[in-house]
């Protein structure tokens, strides 16, 4: 038989009503579009591993009720004004935004606030009673009650805003070293601002004993130096850390806020 009568024999036949070369034909198309769309989807997966930009991350320790977050992205409502720096070509609210707190008090103002800027197109991450310590375990957290702020409130007994206080909860801390390491990479732009009420003594040497300089940019921290003696060995410490952490190329700009002169009424 030849190509040409087979081909005549196959064009008369035919499969559910329809000629078997119109059947053969969708059959062909139809494959055709899966093997593009499967192979474009292998090509886009391919293009976005190897193309992914570097983060701009701005990570909140000590949030509060989220003035410093409000300041970060420069909203009119922030409580003072305060430029935190931003890598080339991005804005702050290109920014991915996580918020760390310890004081349950202010679970929902951070709930309310992360409602507001999501409605404003902004996502933030919140961690509401969540206080950030070398490791993760269960800690008591003392609660400043002299003021709505409760300020002083700290994983520290021996801060004067809370030798008062009889108000304690117990909270499970995120060991943030590990949790920034594990979160991001040398190439993303990792903002760090921290206000945590002497915890920084203890943190600051932890992050440059576990390398976590390698994954920073900057490191706006509030050194309660004020209600710690100097001779304590935390503050010699954590100075010899920053010149650790320094020399790894993380910067420590001075960070004076209004948290601050709040808390000068200690
Ligand atoms: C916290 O836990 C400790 C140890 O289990 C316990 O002695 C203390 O009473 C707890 N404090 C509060 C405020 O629940």
Known sequence: MSTLKTLRLLASR????????????????????????SYQDA????????????RYVFV?????????????????????????????GKKHSDAEIFLFEANPTFNTDLVDLKQKLKHRGININIFPSTPVWT???????HIDLRDRHAAGSSLLADHPSVVQSDKAVN????????WLLQNFLP???VVVKMDIELAEYSIVSHMAAMGVGRVLDYMFVEWH??????????VAK??????????????????NTMTKKRKRSV
Request: hydrophobic share 45%.
């Open 171 to 178: 909270l499970t801390s995120v060991a943030i070293s590990q």
């Open 187 to 189: 190439e993303d732009f």
């Open 135 to 141: 490791e993760s375990k269960l800690m008591t957290f």
């Open 43 to 54: 090509l886009a997966v391919g293009y976005s591993i190897r193309s992914t930009p570097p």
């Open 225 to 234: 130096h004020w209600i710690i003696d100097a001779a304590d060995p935390r």
């Open 60 to 88: 909140d320790l000590g949030a509060n009720v989220g003035d410093s977050c409000l300041m970060f992205l420069q909203d009119p409502e922030a409580p003072e004004k305060f430029d935190f720096p931003t890598p080339p």
């Open 14 to 37: 035919k499969v559910a009503g329809f000629p078997c070369a119109v059947v053969g034909l969708a059959v062909v198309v139809v494959l055709s579009i899966l093997f593009m769309f």
């Open 238 to 255: 954590s100075a010899e850390a920053v010149r650790q952490l320094e020399a790894e190329g993380v910067r420590f700009p001075t960070y």
